[in-house]
């Protein structure tokens, strides 16, 4: 059974970091395509970055790109997401999924969230004063 579950969210101050956390379990990473999604409240859901736990290949959406990194941990079946300069836009429930593919190239198609069929509880993350 794929599960998914996130951690390290919370409050932090604007200009702050913050690393998230995505464990697995039932599947390996290798073969599949790990994604961060956010949403804020009254809005849809949108991809931030993905990993391919095959190969490495990351993307990032633009509003991130310079801010975050997202990493893989094969042997732990993790993914984490650093989030450094969090501005109060980043303010969102933070979610991880995961989708059987093996990456060739990277695009911004694979921020779609309908592509990914298993996802975690969501960490809340909060960047204010």
């Known amino acids: 059974q794929v599960q998914l579950v996130e951690s390290g969210g919370g409050l932090v101050q604007p200009g702050g970091s913050l690393t998230l956390s995505c464990t697995a379990s039932g599947f390996t990473l290798d073969g599949y395509v790990i994604g961060w999604f956010r949403q804020a409240p009254g809005k849809e859901r949108d991809g931030v970055s993905y990993i391919s736990g095959s190969n490495g290949i990351t993307y990032y959406t633009d509003s991130v790109k310079g801010r975050f990194t997202i990493s893989r941990d094969n042997a732990k079946s993790a993914v984490h997401l650093q989030m450094n300069n969090l501005k109060p836009e980043d303010t969102a429930v933070y979610y991880c999924?995961?989708?059987?593919?093996?990456?060739?190239?990277?695009?911004?198609?694979?921020?779609?969230?309908?592509?990914?069929?298993?996802w975690g509880q969501g960490t809340q993350v909060t960047v204010s004063l």
């Open positions: 999924a995961a989708m059987r593919l093996v990456l060739v190239r990277s695009g911004p198609m694979y921020l779609n969230p309908k592509l990914y069929r298993s």
